[in-house]
C-alpha cells in the first residue's frame, strides 16, 4: 500500500515537471520558429561592388541560387557554397573574366581573376622588356570589356657601308685660255661605315638615327683648271668688230644705227593694255600686229622707229611695235605673257640700247 502510494506521488512529479516544461518549451520553439523564418542581413561583394542584402536562404549556395548567380569551378567564393548563413555575414565572389591582350602579332584571351593590367600579365606569363609600353598602365584598373595593349619596343645599333661622292672642284688658272681645262687631280669615291640607332615598335622601324661614320677610305676631290686667259684670237676679232664700229650681241655681229644709254625699262601685258578681254584690239598693238612675249616692245616712235629691231643689254632682241602713253624719250616697255610677270619684271634703269634697224640681224 505504501509503495503504491510512493509511485502515484512520483508520477503526479513527473507529470508537473513536465508541465512546466512545455509550458517553457513551446514559446521558445516558437520564438525559434519565426526568428528562422525573419531575413538575414549579407553583405554581399560581387566583383569590388558591395551591397546589404536581404534573405531568406539559408545556405551562401541557397544566396546565389536566389540571385541566379552561376559559379564555375574558376572562380573565387568566399565563404564556401555550404556555408550556413547567419545575420551579418559576408559573401565575397570574384569571377574569372576574360581579357584580351594583344601582344607579339596575336590576341591572347586571358582568364583571370585580376583586376589591373599587371595582374593580368602576370596570369598570362607576359613578360615586359624595359622600353615595352603598355596601355592602359600598369596600375590602371580594369572592366569586364577592357582590352589590353603590348607594344614590344626594340632599340640597336646597325652598322651600314656607304659611298661618299666626290665633288669636282674648279679653278680659274691664267696660264690658259678660256674654254680650256685641264684635270689638276682625278676624283675617287670615298666609303665609310655609318652607325644608326634603330628604334622598331613590333618589328616595324619607327625611327633611325645616326650615332657616326668610321671613314674607310676618304674621298679625294677632283680638281679641273679652268682657263680664264682671253685668246689671242678673239682679242683680236673684238678689236676688229670694234674698229669696223661693229657690235657683237647675241652669238651676232652687227652695226648699229644708234646707240642709246641711260635707257628705263617696264614691263605690260595684255591686260595691261588699256582694252577689255573680248575686244577686236585686246593684246593688239599700234602697228596692228599681235603682241608677242619675248618679241615685242612699245618705243618713243621718235626715239626708235616702229617695225625696227633693237638689241637691250640684258634682255636680247627685240622689235619696235608698239607705243605708250606713259613711253617718251629713252623709256621702252617690255611685253610679257601675264601680268604677274610685268610685276616682277618691275623697272630696270640706266640699260644699254642698240637701234638695228628694219631687218633683225
Known sequence: ???????????????????????????????????????????????????????????????LEERQIAVTDNDNLQPEADTKISDGINITLHTRWAIPVHVDGQTKLVQ?????????????????????????????????????????????IVKVEERVPYQEIRKGDASLTKGQTRVLQSGQEGKVIAHYRLVTENGKQVSRELVKRDVITPKKDRIVAVGTAASVQADTSKRVVAA??????????????KVLNGVTLTAYSPAGGGKPVGSPGYGRTATGVKAEAGHTIAVDPKVIPLGWWVYIDGIGYRRAEDTG????????????????????FGRKRNRTVYIIGPHKP
Open 1 to 63: 500500500m505504501e509503495l503504491r502510494t510512493i509511485w502515484e506521488r512520483q508520477k503526479k512529479r513527473a507529470i508537473a515537471i513536465l508541465g512546466c516544461l512545455a509550458l517553457v518549451l513551446v514559446p521558445m520553439i516558437g520564438y525559434l520558429s519565426a526568428q528562422a523564418k525573419q531575413p538575414k542581413q549579407v553583405t554581399f561583394t560581387l566583383d569590388g561592388v558591395t551591397k546589404k542584402v536581404a534573405t531568406k536562404a539559408k545556405t551562401v549556395k541557397e544566396f
Open 112 to 156: 583571370t581573376l585580376s583586376r589591373d593590367v599587371a595582374g593580368v600579365l602576370k596570369d598570362a606569363g607576359i613578360t615586359l622588356g624595359k622600353q615595352d609600353r603598355v596601355e592602359p598602365a600598369l596600375t590602371a584598373s580594369l572592366s569586364k570589356d577592357s582590352t589590353i595593349f603590348v607594344t614590344r619596343v626594340s632599340e640597336q
Open 244 to 257: 669696223a664700229g661693229l657690235v657683237s650681241r647675241g652669238g651676232k655681229v652687227f652695226r648699229p644705227k
Open 325 to 344: 602713253g606713259a613711253i617718251k624719250g629713252h623709256k621702252i616697255d617690255v611685253f610679257v605673257s601675264t601680268e604677274a610677270e610685268a610685276i616682277r
